[in-house]
């Protein structure tokens, strides 16, 4: 039996990934501080003979009896509005906890894939985003906590794989929403399906032209099992390129929830991108993969839960 390790796996992907492993027969050890992660979203693996948690901060020294065979970094704060609350934590995850989980991967041999981010490609000047573009960040900016710790902890790991010989992979992950996203997290799909259930104005910064491309849950989790199960060391894009303003996006959850809340418009914060959308060619031929639930299925679900948790 393999043993993965998951940072983050309180988190809404970390939970997801562990649900995967253990489904598909790993032992998986979940590590988390639980500072933006809840208990509540592994709860149910807790018992399971296969699951184990620990309450750890990974910017710390860390320090695992078992063998382990393959390690998933996911420990970080991820919307916007930790960014604001939680700058210094969000950048020592991504530096100094990427730092040392790439040393416990070495230490144990282990393979090891890090969760990065379309952030990297910041604002882009470029439409849709490939892997080789660059991108267009603003160091001091209130996302460049995030962006910046994203793009070292890549420039981390592949160090840890040209000096180290450590095999690594490299997911850039674009917005993902599904069950157990927060029901406070901030963040667009989050926000319009927790205010539309509740009756309350549906919030859209700016004049909800920029874009994003949002992927179901489920598709990114499938994408990072095949990368990781590849031997791909390169960065590879997994999102849904189906791509919409977010003024549209609010328009559906309300018609989708049966809620009669209005859009309001508030202000655009800081650096948001204009437009956001992945060039998904590598993941089609490398992996093999392509995303298959459509927004309509994927929001539903998302619907389901929150009104479950909100009631
Ligand atoms: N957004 C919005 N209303 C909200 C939350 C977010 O209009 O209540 C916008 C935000 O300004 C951005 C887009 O939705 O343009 C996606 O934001 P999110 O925080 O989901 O993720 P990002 O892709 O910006 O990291």
Redesign the pocket.
Known sequence: MKTVLITGAAGFLGSHLSDRFIAEGFKVIGVDNLLTGDTDNIAHLFGNPNFKFVHHDITEYNFFAEDIDYILHFASPA???DYLKLPIQTLKVGSLGTHKILGLAKEKGARYLLAST??VYGDPLIHPQTEDYWGNVNPVGS?GVYDEAKRFSEAMTMAYHQYHGVETRIIRIF?TYGPRMRLHD????P??IR?ALKGEP?????D?S?T?SVCYVDDLVEGIYRLLMSDEVNPVNIGNPSELT?LD??KEIIELTGSDSKIVF?D??QD??KI?QPDITRAKEILGWSPKVDRKEGLEKTIADFRKRLS
Do not use: K
């Open positions: 919307s916007p509005i379309s952030e996302r917005n901030g963040r667009a799909i926000n319009f205010q549906v919030t859209v910064y700016g909800g920029q994003r977010m996006l609010a508030e655009l914060p948001d991108p956001r």
